[in-house]
């Protein structure tokens, strides 16, 4: 029992001297934080206030009309993520045994489709996601002659952000577009920075890990729920599959081309490095007609070339593959957060939109109402798409 508590805390030690530090500097600062419905814990500085004064003048147009995109890109991310949390959850309930798309993203934590995000790549995404968004509220704001009272780092639970706080007052009292423009611009921040990741990601580092490796097969993290035949075959996630009906294979791209061609009942043969695997094909749940593995969360694999394996070489690819582990994680962390950031709830952007296109649309009384009832339903959808699979499990 003590040697598994040990190996848990050492398999997070990071993530628990993190919070152990944030625990004992709320002790410190506890005095200047400002606590909201108990849970929610700010703490007020003056950084980056200069900056922001700086640049959003020296680049006043630019960031205008940036910030006016962000308004039209804003409203459909809005609608999107409404969207895709709605059918989420419809299709959790008609289908039980899909998996969730909504998930905590923590580090250390299996994140299915996406793997277990290491703590380092969590806290450096997490501070470059959280002073992209914030700044990009201020220097907006700023643009448009709106003051900046605070910057400011913001506890809600486990979750750490950041936060700007501009003169409501005034906000409130400008026009429309250049309220939504102001609301909107952290979103479309973590987008724009989301699509910056992916180019990197897409046209410079992952080229350049291409030629330092060879390809050699695919693997799959988990099988999907219920008898498929990789799980009957014996077939184990996480095995290197080299070779298919007698031939090699250099990723999953072959596979895919024969299962299109192929039809259940149509039997396979799978070759990794200790044995081969035969099954016989099943029919896909959702498709009719179509061949299916059973299998998801697949990727190719591949072996380092020997130039890469010892030197100064060595370090050269261990430093491009952090760096593009790096990119990817803040690429997904970035989009998610934009997105989460427009949903139309009370604490977040989304929210405050929604407000004041609900405000215009139906006059300060009957807007506050509808915003409230919009606000709550979507809270509620939030709710369900983490803690429905939990429900089922307990109750059905």
Known sequence: MLDTLFAFFYKFKYIFIFYAII??????????LIVQAKIIFLYRMKWGLKWMD????????????????????????????????????????????????????????????????????????????????????????????????????????????????????????????????????????????????????????????????????????????????????????????????????TGFEKVSEMLYCARPGDEMSFMTEKENYDLVLAEDPE?????????????????????????VWMIVYSVVIWISGFLRWLFILSLGIGLFNLLPLPIVDGGRMAQVFLHKLKGPEKGEKRYRQVSLFFLLILLLNLFYPLLVKLFI
Do not use: C
């Open 23 to 32: 625990i004992v500097f709320l002790a410190l600062k506890r005095k200047k």
């Open 54 to 249: 700086k640049y959003s003048q020296k680049f006043r147009e630019w960031i205008i009309l940036l910030g006016y995109i962000g308004v039209g890109a804003g409203y459909v991310g809005l609608v999107f993520i409404s969207v895709l949390l709605i059918k989420n959850l419809v299709d959790m309930i008609i289908k039980p045994a899909m998996v969730s798309g909504v998930s905590l993203v923590l580090p250390g934590i299996n994140i299915p489709g996406l793997g277990v995000l290491p703590f380092w790549y969590w806290l450096l995404a997490i501070f470059i996601i959280a002073i992209v968004h914030e700044f990009g509220h201020g220097i907006v704001a700023r643009a448009h002659n709106i003051k900046v009272k605070n910057t400011g780092i913001v506890f809600f639970g486990p979750i750490i952000g950041a936060f700007v706080e501009p003169d409501e007052g005034k906000l409130r009292k400008e026009k429309d577009i250049k309220q939504y423009s102001v609301l909107a611009a952290g979103s479309f921040s973590n987008i724009l920075l989301a699509i910056f990741a992916l180019i990197l990601l897409n046209f410079a580092f992952m080229p350049l890990q291409q030629t330092m490796v060879e390809p050699i097969g695919f693997s799959f993290d988990a099988y999907y729920t219920g008898n498929f035949p990789a799980e009957m075959s014996g077939l184990s996630p996480n095995t290197i599959i080299m070779g298919v009906n007698g031939n090699s294979i």
């Open 287 to 311: 498709i009719s007609g179509k061949s299916f593995l059973g299998i998801q969360s697949i990727h190719n694999e591949f072996k380092v070339k020997e130039k890469y394996k010892e030197g």
